[in-house]
């Protein structure tokens, strides 16, 4: 029997923790970065917990 693979691209993007919650990271914290405040960067840069409506599609992509 085959095994299902895991999308290369959504485990690249989320992370799960030890509680089962699928974290993301914010978007616009790639580049440009002098057109942005310190305190946007900084606001950007902490993960979030993904949608409740995202949840079981990315959980299927990630195999679990």
Do not use: Y
């Not at 790639?30 to 946007?40: I, L």
């Amino acid at each position: 029997m085959p095994k299902n693979k895991t999308h290369s691209g959504a485990k690249k993007r989320f992370r799960v923790t030890g509680s089962g919650k699928i974290m993301r990271q914010r978007a616009n914290h790639v580049h440009k970065f002098h057109e942005k405040t310190p305190q946007h960067a900084r606001r950007l840069a902490s993960d979030v917990e993904l949608s409740a409506a995202d949840t079981k599609k990315v959980k299927r992509l990630l195999g679990r």
